[in-house]
């Protein structure tokens, strides 16, 4: 079963507006990270926050995490065109199997 | 660096086929894992491996097999292809150091099962 669900499924967007994508999880985590897919190609790492950290910063990426809500959200300011994709949340749990389990994406398309 | 290379990159095989996916990272890393991609679902993992000559399955194991003679491949084996299997494949690699870090993934295999 899926660990993480993002919200919503799919974003449209024009060029420089902001985009919010969330995502939910189940169980208790040691780290909740966020990759990019451009179509047909492989996943990208583009940020990684830990269990204790509330809010972390990269580039135009804001992520925060809220682990009594067990929830993240991703964003993205000031899009670009080069922005579409697709995001995914994956979450690394405290204990057992050492595995990210990933949400199903959000499908990101950023209007020129 | 190449990272992690995955070959081929598409396939087509017959009901009843076997094939191996081979996964090749350069970066001295540890653990090593298969996903599989379907539409409309993120990924869901096969099998991973936290060193040479230790595996582990997955969330959908059935129907594959793997295994780790070296640190830098992690080949994955359909035993007799299914169209259920028909998806895109992809490897991915981690540094051993903590738990559940950063993967770096391989550009994926497209695979048909006729």
């Known amino acids: 079963s899926q660990q993480g669900e993002e919200d919503p499924q799919a974003l449209s967007i024009q060029e420089g507006e902001n985009a919010t994508m969330n995502c939910s999880y189940k169980?208790?985590?040691?780290?909740l990270q966020w990759y990019r897919q451009n179509s047909g190609r492989g996943l990208v790492h583009l940020i990684l926050?830990?269990?204790?950290?509330r809010e972390k910063h990269s580039g135009r990426l804001r992520v925060t995490l809220d682990t009594s809500k067990k929830s993240s959200s991703l964003l993205i300011t000031a899009s670009r065109a080069a922005d579409t994709a697709s995001y995914f949340c994956a979450t690394g749990p405290d204990t057992g199997r050492r595995a990210l389990t990933f949400g199903s994406g959000t499908r990101l398309q950023v209007q020129p | 660096n190449a990272g992690v290379t995955q070959t081929p990159k598409f396939q087509v095989l017959k009901t009843g086929q076997s094939m191996t996916l081979q996964c090749a990272q350069d970066?001295?890393?540890?653990?090593m894992s298969w996903y599989r991609q379907d539409p409309g679902m993120g990924l869901r993992l096969i099998h991973y491996s936290v060193g040479a000559g230790i595996t582990d399955q997955g969330e959908v194991p059935n129907g594959y097999n793997v295994s780790r003679s070296t640190t830098e491949d992690f080949p994955l084996r359909l035993l007799s292809a299914a169209p259920s299997q028909t998806s895109v494949y992809f490897c991915?690699?981690?540094?051993?150091?903590?738990?559940?870090?950063?993967?770096?993934f391989g550009s994926g295999t497209q695979l048909s099962v006729l």
């Open positions: 926050i830990r269990s204790n950290e």
């Open positions: 970066m001295n890393h540890e653990y």
């Open positions: 991915a690699s981690s540094s051993s150091q903590g738990r559940n870090e950063k993967l770096f």
């Open positions: 169980t208790s985590i040691n780290n």
